[in-house]
């Protein structure tokens, strides 16, 4: 599988690129109000309106620097009315992809929350890159009040 990497603080973490539609750079955003922290806006990607979660914020709790590595990743999903939805998910150091076999992921769920959205981790000789699951993200996010109905 191909992974593409990106940072949070000193963090590596990963996403299944064939979850994503395209790397892009920041753009301006739109805030909404009254949305939770870690929306950092919204805004037109292809003649429909995008909200772009901060993973820094979502993760960690401080937002992403705004650095030239800084981007958003744009991936896409079906509604359950099989309606195609766009999300931004902006993260720093979004600069590598990684190839990885399916085997050398290591499950983590003893130390995970099993409503979470991280998923394996990969372990290389520059320590430990955890996996983050898109479907899982997307399945939680109303739940756990991660954007607003009308948003996702």
Do not use: C
Not at 35 to 61: C, E, H, M, Q, T
Not at 74 to 82: F, I
């Amino acid at each position: 599988m191909l992974l593409l990497l990106f940072y949070v603080g000193g963090d590596r973490y990963a996403i299944d690129t064939s979850q994503v539609v395209e790397v892009i750079p920041r753009v301006t955003l739109r805030k909404v109000y009254h949305a939770p922290d870690y929306l950092s806006g919204i805004f037109n990607y292809r003649g429909v309106i995008a909200p772009v979660i901060d993973l820094s914020y979502l993760i960690k709790g401080t937002n992403s620097n705004l650095s030239f590595s800084t981007r958003i990743i744009m991936v896409s999903y079906l509604t359950e009315d099989n309606t195609q939805k766009y999300l931004g998910l902006m993260s720093e150091k979004i600069t590598e992809t990684l190839k990885k076999s399916a085997e050398s992921l290591v499950n983590s769920t003893d130390i995970q929350d099993t409503n979470s959205y991280f998923g394996e981790i990969i372990m290389d000789n520059n320590g430990m890159i955890q996996l983050i699951k898109l479907e899982y993200l997307l399945a939680n996010s109303q739940a756990i009040n991660l954007l607003p109905g009308d948003l996702l």
